[in-house]
């Protein structure tokens, strides 16, 4: 593909809205396009998600990159160096370039192969990736496309708890309020308890190493003319590597007991609606030294590595699969998720180099290592 063919795809892309859920249409529209490109073995599995494969032979090397985005239509304009769209960053650009990289890498052919994947729903359940894990694909390395700019790795991200608490006191009529607890007031001072306690247990230099906090949802219900007597909080934590998911869903627990004791009144029970733990990647593999050297020769300065707040389809993925992975992708992550998401195309352009190159180092170091 010459650079304007790949520009077209990441354009055809940007205008096919795809927010998590609604991927299909984008899905049918790559399956016939890398399909004409030459790629083999083009299929979808039960969750969507699209898979094609150029060469063959060991190794292997996954490209995935995720379809959908969040939800918000930004119309598609180019301007000069800039292209505008969803997904422009996150991550439309990184699976195009993925593309883009593998087909130009046809001649390989025989000296080991890629498999291109695009999943769905990243931005929300993970159920693109826990797909494609079930589909046991053979593969020896796994690259993600995620934005971190073209000159870095991201090598680390934090993991994630999502909570729901269901917080009850006794009813009653709300002229008595003076003697009744109010289930909003009450949980809200629970809530701040356990941001005080996991503050206090994990907070260390800089965000990446703490624990952070996230109130999302506060729901509450009473009986007509009452004092409010049950409130649901929805409230989302953050984790560093060093704190796993069940450490810290013990802490949210630990905090409940202590409040019970001190309030024998109210009940509270608790639902875990999502975890995914935290993660980081071997630094020193064959598949990160290719990607620094690819990164080298194409942007001619070093490279450097990144830790994200944020979680990504690699952290699932990286604790069940145990090959060397990273996370590499075109753009300026501090845009995802923006009205204002665009790509510089210098940018994806140089991305597919470092891709293309990074594989090519990587295969034919395999083969010496
Ligand atoms: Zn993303």
Known sequence: MDNEASIRLLQDMLEIYSPSGKEQKLANFLKDEIANLGFENVRTDDAGNIYGEIGSGSPSILLCGHMDTVAGWIPIKREEDLLYGRGAVDAKSSLAAMISASQTLKPIRKTGKVIVAGVVEEESTANGIRQLLRENLDVNYAIFGEPSGVKNITFAYKGRVSLKIKFQTTSGHIGAQHLLDNAVEKAFELWNEIKTELNDKWSQNGIFDSVTTCLVKIRSQRTSGGVPDVCFLDFDLRLPPYVTTDQSIKAVRDVFTKYKEKNPNVSISHHVVDRIEPFMADKNTLLMKALERAILETVGEPFKFLKKTGT???????????????????????????????????EYLTSIQVYKRAIEHLFSWHKHA
């Open 312 to 346: 990504g389809d690699m952290n699932i993925f990286g604790a069940e699969v145990k090959v060397p992975v990273a996370t590499y992708g075109p753009g300026d992550s501090s845009l995802s998720h923006t009205e204002n998401e665009r790509i510089k195309l210098s």
